[in-house]
Structure formats: C-alpha cells, structure tokens
C-alpha cells in the first residue's frame, strides 16, 4: 500500500521562506508526475507545481519565480522551495503523485494528508 508522508510548513513572515517534503512509502513499481497542490480557506484547491518524470516542470503564475519544485527519485520524494511569500500563499498544500502501484495496474494519483502553511506579519 502506498502512504504518502508530507512535512515542512508552518509560520511565516511576509517575505521569507519555507521547504516542503513529500515522500513516498510501500510498494510500488514506478512514479510519474509529483505535484503539489494548495487549498486556501474558501477556495478550490488549486496546482501549485508539477514535476514530470523527465525534470519538466509547471508552475502556477502566481507562484512563477518564487517557488520551486524539485524531486529525488531515489529518495521517492518531491520538495516545494516557496520563497518571497506573501499573505495569499496562506493554504493547505498537499503533495499529490502518480503511481503505477505494480506492472499489470494502471496509474493512479495518490495524496498527502496536507500540511498548513501560514504567512502572517
């Protein structure tokens, strides 16, 4: 069974900067895409960053510039570098990988359980 483990997060100022860490653990034949996404109060949640498979990345416009997605695929895990926040960054971000659990199955999108991130002056 695949479980998806988010750390980082937490209280920030305007301005500074914070990391996320996702990993995943259990049994599982490969990973594709890694992701994270953010929910704030009363919003849909919304893609902040993607990382292909093949180092791609996507950003959202409002993040462009100030975040950054990388992965470690010996590691099974995809970090989120947000720096420069600002008040609207304020969210639940949630990590979110596709995975291909064994040969024969197909991909399926697996997520974390969020971790909260909150940027107060």
């Known amino acids: 069974q695949v479980q998806l483990v988010e750390s980082g997060g937490g209280l920030a100022q305007p301005g500074e900067s914070l990391r996320l860490s996702c990993a995943a653990s259990g049994s599982f034949f490969r990973i594709y895409d890694m992701a994270w996404y953010r929910q704030a109060p009363g919003k849909q949640r919304e893609l902040v960053a993607l990382?292909?498979?093949?180092?791609?990345?996507t950003y959202a416009d409002s993040v462009k510039g100030r975040f950054a997605i990388s992965r470690d695929s010996a590691k099974n895990s995809v970090y989120l570098q947000l720096n420069s926040l600002k008040l609207e960054d304020t969210a639940v971000y949630y990590c979110n990988l596709e995975i291909q659990p064994d040969i024969p199955s197909g991909r399926k999108k697996y997520w974390g359980q969020g971790t909260r991130v909150t940027v107060s002056s």
């Open positions: 990382v292909t498979r093949g180092q791609s990345t």
